[in-house]
């Protein structure tokens, strides 16, 4: 706070104010740490903070935002404003800056949002009633909320991971009414935007929900309708404890939220020595593959004379129009790899310790089969029988392969050269592979 201290010394040369809002303001409020981004405002237009302030970026200047330098910290600093126009329910085409805190922040979306940090006064000002909602667990828009959205679709989504990141109940009852008749403004959003705000809503702790509210507000049946009819597929109930597909999908994320936060202290503690702390970007793979891993079973979903049910190649076919999903979800080039390759063998795992040896080493050696492992514990839990049993056997297995696997050398391009002088360009890796395949099977 020192130097967000110094910056508000410095406006006040000028005779202007300097605020916190947003995250380190709800932060306050609770009584939490907050150390990460920290987010300025001021009655100071742009040319005025450039009097004062070391500015090291202006590419939002027409928006009333400067990047500054104080010390070792940059910041974000943005003058209080008005929205006049807005783009495509999401970029104000035209702004008018003001010096009056009660019109910016009527601009905003809720009212916890609107809860301004006086630097110089150590005060609160909270013209919108933020404080007493964000006490009472409410999420309140700033305002009619038809109008928010519209000046910007997607506080739709800001709107469901707000709520479940806090717990919170809605002010009023329409609410989801009402972000379900806008959700198609959500359209006139880029695709990045949008898949950053549901990958949030994926690591929220409380992301079951905030998949049940984004199913309620019609979220999957606009981008994702094979997410959005997973619950008109049903299961075999000798295999399966839930009844639908969509049931079955959010329990194995629940699973996967075990696995991530509690899984020393709830499950077998001879996993610390194979899976290790799962990072943010991890967590996105398998929380995504676990979501899609059975899109495909309304498609193959087969009902035979007995009364069984079959999904026959389901996850194949998943694999196959995985180029269909990706547009309207961005992938990276190593998400579609990892994603494709779990789904595509997540049937396999518990079949591991049953295959030839070498085809059973081959699998286990793949890059990502710690994270199959994950993926298929999550997945059997809700079979019938689900046996801890299969998963510690499997994480046996697995440790005695890694501890054979110590003890072998493999060769590499140069030792085949060495050995075959004369062996064509073309057979080298032929050769490569067989006999380090024969040197895994021994």
């Known amino acids: 706070m020192e130097n967000i201290e110094i910056i508000a010394d410095k406006l006040t040369q000028i005779w202007k104010n300097l605020f916190i809002v947003w995250w380190y303001v709800r932060a306050k409020i609770l009584w939490i740490d907050y150390k990460w981004d920290i987010d300025l405002t001021t009655d100071a237009n742009p040319e005025e903070m450039e009097k004062v302030l070391f500015v090291v970026a202006e590419v939002w200047k027409k928006y009333g935002t400067l990047v500054i330098r104080e010390w070792n910290e940059v910041f974000e600093i943005t003058t209080f404003r008005e929205d006049i126009w807005i783009l495509d329910n999401r970029k104000p085409v035209e702004v008018k800056f003001t010096t009056d805190l009660y019109l910016d922040a009527k601009r905003r979306d809720f009212t ?8 110089q006064n150590d005060l609160f000002i909270d013209p919108e009633n933020g404080i007493d909602d964000f006490k009472n667990n409410i999420i309140r828009f700033v305002w ?36 379900k008749g806008n959700i198609d403004l959500l359209k006139n959003i880029s695709t990045e935007r949008i898949k950053d705000e549901f ?8 992301n079951i ?28 109930p000798k295999y399966h404890l839930e009844w639908d597909v969509w049931t079955h999908t959010l329990m194995t994320i629940g699973e ?24 943010n970007t991890e967590k996105i793979i398998l929380y995504r593959t676990m979501l899609l891993h059975d899109i495909w079973k309304y498609d193959t979903y087969e009902k035979c004379d007995n009364g069984n049910s079959h999904y026959l190649n389901h996850e194949h076919i998943w694999v196959e129009k995985f180029n269909d999903i990706q547009k309207r979800f961005i992938f990276t080039n190593n998400q ?24 059973a080493r081959k699998i286990m050696m793949h890059k990502y089969f710690e994270y199959l492992m994950v993926i298929w514990f999550s997945d059997h839990l809700w079979r019938i029988p689900a046996s801890q049993d299969l998963i510690i056997n499997l994480q046996d297995f697995y440790k005695e392969f890694l501890l054979i696997l110590k003890d072998k050398k493999f060769l590499t391009w140069k030792d085949i050269l060495e050995k075959y002088p004369d062996l064509k360009w073309y057979k080298i890796k032929e050769r490569l592979e067989a006999m380090n395949d024969r040197i895994l099977g021994e």
């Open 199 to 206: 990958e949030k809503i994926l690591l929220l702790e409380n």
């Open 256 to 279: 996967l939220n075990n696995i991530f936060e509690k899984w020393f202290d709830t499950y077998d503690k001879n996993w610390k020595s194979i899976i290790k702390y799962f990072e």
């Open 112 to 119: 916890f949002n609107s809860i301004y940090f006086d630097v």
């Open 144 to 179: 009619n909320p038809t109008d928010r959205i519209n000046e910007d679709a997607l506080r739709i989504l800001r709107f469901i991971r707000f709520k479940n990141a806090y717990n919170l109940s809605s002010a009023f009852d329409n609410y989801f009414d009402i972000l």
């Open 336 to 359: 579609k790899d990892i994603i494709s390759w779990l789904i595509n063998n997540h049937l396999k795992v518990f079949k591991v310790s049953e295959m030839r040896i070498l085809k």
């Open 209 to 236: 929900q905030a998949l049940k509210d984004l199913k309620q507000i019609w979220f999957f049946a606009l981008f994702f309708p094979e997410i959005d009819i997973l619950d008109k597929v049903s299961w075999w």
